[in-house]
């Protein structure tokens, strides 16, 4: 599989990552399995959160990892924190407090079975955020060796650039929801001086940003419209969409879900995709996407298919 280089450091990590956020349910042997598929696959990335089903999710993969001695040296591990939860699904508070972020890693860190991460994220972005507290935080975590690299989830390039006013490591991730038919931070790019609502800069140029800053994009939702609306592939509502990705699909040998893929990676930012699915079949299916490379023709096409004008 395509290797993205992380960061400043240049760090490899698969283009395609596996989203954990969903496995609560899975047995033990499913999750081994859904890990050993990433693998042949060429997935060696794994994306957690501390709110993913209030822990569930990491408390899980632990345990398949704690029994294979040896596959946490494989795999690259990341998790989220930041977010305070309240009942169910609803976030309560978001809290970057030095106190906050150091309890809710190590819990992550027993939960993970595992005396480190590779990665760790600031979830969302706190309004009461003092980036001295962020900044202690992290040099506490990275002298004790619990988290090797730093990075952001949703974050606007002014929050980022607030945050490296006191923080000494190099933040090297953004996590953005990013899909063929959820392309904010690149329509605001072509419609530069236009009038259309497409113009409007919602992130402040972070695709931009990022790629002048060396921080790597994790697209997340790859096959989402709206927020959380549902996927747009097969999907009857899009059907000029769904034609030409098929098309497309049909040319390369692969599936929609591999063409959803390979359009992001296609964009010279060298993003990473998060996968959401669980089932290993579309797993398998979506990790070809990563060995696809689009002609700027067919990328544009696919573009101006899911409603997107060119001016």
Same mark, same amino acid.
């Given at each position: 599989?395509?290797?993205?280089?992380?960061?400043?450091?240049?760090?490899?990590?698969?283009?395609?990552?596996?989203?954990?956020?969903?496995?609560?349910?899975?047995?033990?042997?499913?999750?081994?399995?859904?890990?050993?598929?990433?693998?042949?696959? =060429?997935?060696?990335?794994?994306?957690?959160? !501390?709110?993913?089903? #209030?822990?569930?999710?990491?408390? /899980?993969?632990?345990?398949? @990892?704690?029994?294979?001695?040896?596959?946490?040296?494989?795999?690259?591990?990341?998790?989220?924190?930041?977010?305070?939860?309240?009942?169910?699904?609803?976030?309560?508070?978001?809290?970057?407090s030095k106190e906050h972020l150091l309890e809710t890693v190590n819990d992550s860190l027993r939960r993970l079975q595992?005396?480190?991460?590779?990665?760790?994220?600031?979830?969302?972005?706190?309004?009461?955020?003092?980036?001295?507290?962020?900044?202690?935080?992290?040099?506490?975590?990275?002298?004790?060796?619990?988290?090797?690299?730093?990075?952001v989830s949703n974050q606007n390039p002014y929050q980022i650039e607030l945050l490296k006013k006191s923080v000494r490591?190099?933040?090297?991730?953004?996590?953005?929801?990013?899909?063929?038919?959820?392309?904010?931070?690149?329509?605001? =790019?072509?419609?530069?001086?236009?009038?259309? !609502?497409?113009?409007? #800069?919602?992130?402040?140029?972070? /695709?931009?940003?990022?790629? @002048?800053?060396?921080?790597?994009?994790?697209?997340?939702?790859?096959?989402?419209?709206?927020?959380?609306?549902?996927?747009?592939?097969?999907?009857?509502?899009?059907?000029?969409?769904?034609?030409?990705?098929?098309?497309?699909?049909?040319?390369?040998?692969?599936?929609?879900?591999?063409?959803?893929?390979?359009?992001?990676?296609?964009?010279?930012?060298?993003?990473?995709?998060?996968?959401?699915?669980?089932?290993?079949?579309?797993?398998?299916?979506?990790?070809?996407?990563?060995?696809?490379?689009?002609?700027?023709?067919?990328?544009?096409?696919?573009?101006?298919?899911?409603?997107?004008?060119?001016?």
């Amino acid at each position: 599989m395509k290797q993205i280089a992380i960061g400043p450091e240049k760090k490899l990590g698969s283009a395609v990552v596996q989203g954990c956020m969903r496995i609560a349910e899975m047995s033990e042997e499913a999750v081994d399995r859904l890990i050993k598929t990433d693998l042949e696959n =060429g997935v060696t990335f794994f994306d957690h959160a !501390d709110v993913y089903t #209030d822990g569930a999710c990491e408390s /899980l993969f632990g345990k398949v @990892l704690a029994k294979q001695p040896g596959l946490r040296d494989k795999i690259t591990l990341q998790t989220k924190c930041g977010i305070v939860r309240g009942n169910g699904d609803h976030n309560k508070a978001f809290d970057f407090s030095k106190e906050h972020l150091l309890e809710t890693v190590n819990d992550s860190l027993r939960r993970l079975q595992t005396d480190h991460v590779d990665y760790l994220l600031l979830h969302r972005p706190d309004a009461l955020v003092e980036p001295e507290e962020v900044a202690a935080a992290f040099d506490q975590l990275y002298t004790e060796g619990k988290v090797l690299h730093f990075g952001v989830s949703n974050q606007n390039p002014y929050q980022i650039e607030l945050l490296k006013k006191s923080v000494r490591q190099p933040l090297e991730i953004n996590q953005l929801q990013l899909s063929i038919k959820f392309t904010g931070m690149i329509d605001a =790019g072509i419609n530069v001086n236009m009038t259309v !609502d497409d113009a409007s #800069d919602r992130d402040g140029s972070i /695709l931009d940003y990022c790629r @002048l800053n060396d921080i790597t994009i994790q697209a997340w939702s790859p096959f989402q419209y709206g927020f959380f609306e549902g996927v747009f592939l097969d999907n009857p509502k899009f059907p000029e969409l769904n034609k030409e990705i098929d098309k497309v699909a049909a040319k390369y040998g692969v599936t929609n879900n591999a063409i959803a893929v390979a359009w992001i990676l296609r964009h010279p930012a060298e993003m990473q995709v998060i996968l959401g699915t669980t089932n290993v079949s579309r797993i398998a299916a979506s990790a070809k996407g990563a060995d696809i490379t689009l002609t700027r023709q067919e990328w544009y096409d696919i573009y101006q298919a899911a409603g997107n004008k060119l001016p």
